[in-house]
């Protein structure tokens, strides 16, 4: 019998992954896009996938099946996510602050009840919504805009 050779990660295949400090929010994302390929003869649409370090794969492999069944047009995926090496508590934290507007402690009791004991990390920073916005609209799009022939 064969041996399993390891080749490293799983990567999405005809995907680019990047870092990107933000000014907005003091935080180092990695930036996933996925193309389609062959030069494109007008801009193409652009879709943002947050929370991409646990959905980019799924939402760019599936576009890039419905590319080949002509069941979507052309089109950049491009994946907001943490850089590797963080675990999932860490990245919920990192989320919880991207994605919520203000700090409810209402909220944050009734999460901390849902969730099995460990897994809300104890300190939990909110309100960093209108950053995380800022960063995509002033930070991201700008620089994809300039690598990417997108409408």
Known sequence: MSALEP???????????????????????????????G?????????????????????AQTISLMLVARELPRMVVVGIGYPAGLDHKAIGALRFRAVCASADPLYLENLRKQLPPGDVPERLEAGGASAFLAFIDDELKPLIAARYFID
């Open 7 to 37: 080749i490293g990660p799983t990567v999405v295949r005809g995907a680019e992954s990047f870092l990107l400090k933000a000014r907005h929010i003091d935080q180092t994302f990695q930036i996933d896009v996925f193309a389609p390929p």
């Open 39 to 59: 030069e494109a003869k007008k801009p193409l649409p652009v879709v943002y996938v947050t929370d991409a370090s646990f959905g980019f794969g799924i939402v």
